[in-house]
């Protein structure tokens, strides 16, 4: 099945997509936990369910926000477009932007839950025994999310993985560029269904092989 | 003096007027019954909560004082605290926990593992350096919380209820060393605590809530 190009590229396309909507994902993500875990700033609720909301949100949806923010002539995009001649939508770019709106609030979630549960009593002491609290971050907080973490890079993975709605409006989807096994999935469910019988089964194996080996982490608490 | 307090302490409804100040090489014993302020009175030197009104002052530089908006952070101020529930790091083994303080200082690697192994000495855990804190017994896990607070050489040592969370077999091992550890700290030391065996074994002056 691998044999057919476009299959083969759609395969590389999503792993590749995916690693980077992850660790882009954390990099983002895990910031944006600590701040929802820690600030007392006022509107935090609010700006909580604004991160979250791409979870309830349809997927095609999102990829229309997506779509009117940064789209030639989106709110943002058409600066890009204007001042340094960037077009974002319909690339492997988009993809993975896409994938990281979708995915991300996962990854949120899980690490969010982990710096609440963690004990502010060592980011004290830490406090008190000379450390910024940028340094508490990474040396006290952050060890003690890891698991989270960990779990929170897993999920937001398996979701890119698997995104289909926002990147198929706001990437399209072309054979080759932004073709993810997903959107080729569903382009074969009408030309050859055992080929996307084949490729479906694949995201099921790499999806459940993903919650298995979170098992222990993510399903039996932190 | 090397710390002063005079003013309005307080957290959530409770709030205590306080005047007081320690020397060097004095211990002064805060002794009062639960819920009379005495760990406030310990974050609020930390930094960890901020005065009512009035001034905290260390060696005549103003910690805390709300009127004038002065506000040192407590990873600037020059204290040391043991906390009664001890906030061991728990994924770090003994030495590093040790090393930690004088690490956030800026301390070099290799000099902070050598006076942290000195203060471990110090205390008699010699041979704990590689030993996981979650694994001590608790008058062991007292003398690292000792060992961490005593190695950046702070001004000022705040010991909350030293021990209150050891068995009686390793209470009268660490009455014996605290006194000890205490006579040779140069900064002032303050002790809350509700046991007057303590205070009587460790104070040079009291102070009742």
């Known amino acids: 099945m691998l044999s057919q190009k476009s299959t083969r590229d759609a395969l590389l396309i999503s792993l590749q997509t995916s690693v980077i909507a992850a660790l882009l994902s954390c990099l983002f993500g895990v910031p944006l936990a600590w701040f929802l875990a820690r600030s007392a700033s006022r509107g935090l609720s609010a700006l909580r369910v604004i991160c979250i909301s791409p979870m309830v949100l349809p997927p095609v949806v999102g990829g229309i926000a997506l779509l009117t923010a940064f789209g030639r002539r989106g709110i943002v995009g058409h600066y890009l477009y204007d001042w340094w001649n960037i077009s974002l939508p319909f690339t492997r770019t988009a993809v993975v932007m896409a994938q990281v709106f979708v995915a991300m609030p996962f990854l949120v979630l899980a690490v969010e839950a982990a710096f609440r549960q963690s004990d502010k009593g060592l980011e004290e002491a830490a406090r008190t025994m000379g450390a910024s609290p940028s340094r508490v971050f990474f040396t006290v907080a952050l060890p003690a999310a890891r698991p989270a973490v960990i779990a929170g890079i897993a999920l937001a993975w398996a979701r890119s993985l698997g995104e289909f709605g926002a990147s198929i409006t706001f990437a399209g989807s072309f054979p080759g560029r932004t073709q993810t096994l997903p959107m080729a999935v569903y382009e074969l469910v009408s030309v050859d269904y055992r080929l996307s019988l084949v490729l479906s089964l694949v995201l099921i194996f790499i999806s459940v092989g993903v919650l298995a080996a979170m098992r222990d982490r993510w399903m039996v608490g932190r | ?209």
């Open chain 2, 1 to 209: 003096m090397s710390i002063s307090l005079h003013g309005v302490i307080g957290r959530g409804n409770f709030e205590r007027d306080l005047n007081f100040a320690v020397a060097d090489g004095e211990v002064l014993a805060i002794t009062g019954p639960n819920g009379s302020g005495k760990s406030t009175i310990i974050h609020t030197i930390a930094g960890l909560i901020s005065l009512r009104s009035g001034q905290l002052q260390s060696d005549n530089i103003t910690w805390d004082e709300p009127a004038a908006k002065t506000w040192i952070t407590p990873e600037q101020r020059t204290c040391a605290v043991v906390f009664q529930d001890l906030r061991l790091f728990p994924h770090i083994n003994v030495i590093a926990n040790v090393a930690y303080g004088l690490r956030a200082h800026g301390v070099p690697k290799d000099e902070a593992m050598t006076r942290s192994s000195a203060m471990l000495s110090h205390v008699g855990l010699a041979t704990f350096e590689k030993r996981r804190t979650l694994d001590l017994s608790g008058g062991e896990r007292q003398r690292v919380a000792l060992a961490r607070a005593l190695v950046v050489e702070p001004r000022v040592l705040l010991l909350d209820e030293p021990l209150s969370a050891v068995d009686a077999a390793s209470r009268s091992a660490l009455r014996e060393l605290l006194p000890e550890v205490l006579a040779s700290f140069a900064g002032s030391t303050i002790l809350v605590t509700h046991d007057l065996v303590d205070v009587e074994a460790l104070a040079t002056a009291t102070f009742g809530l």
